[in-house]
């Protein structure tokens, strides 16, 4: 979650060049990879171009992805239909465990204005 006034295009670009410095070389397709990292949503921009599609198209049936959104903002509308991540999260059901990780110095909090507490 975050602010940004790049264009999603832009912000795409800029992610793909963090995983590059991170170490993610070409690979299969859903094979393993040093860092992965999708752009989800911009807001509710609806985009099916070739190079970005918004909402991500796997979004709505990852519980991987659903579930620690849902911790973030479950009452985020996601486009085109407005479902809440909550609702899609239930819709998901429980297949496929999501194992929550923490390392000391990392936390998670309610403050209010950031979805993180950050």
Do not use: C, N
């Not at 709505?60 to 239909?81: G, K, N, Q, S």
């Not at 000391?104 to 950050?118: D, E, Y």
């Amino acid at each position: 979650m975050g602010t940004t006034r790049r264009r999603p295009e832009e912000l795409l670009a800029t992610l793909k060049r963090l995983e590059l410095l991170a170490g993610r070389r070409a690979g299969p397709r859903h094979g393993p990879r040093a860092l992965d990292i999708d752009l989800l949503l911009y807001g509710d921009r609806l985009s099916s171009a070739s190079e970005l599609v918004l909402p991500h198209p796997g979004l709505r049936r990852r519980r991987f992805v659903l579930a620690p959104l849902a911790d973030l903002v479950p009452e985020l509308e996601v486009p085109p239909d407005g479902a809440t991540v909550a609702r899609l999260l239930e819709q998901v059901g429980q297949e496929g465990e999501v194992e929550r990780l923490s390392w000391p110095g990392w936390f998670v909090s309610s403050h209010p204005g950031s979805p993180a507490g950050l």
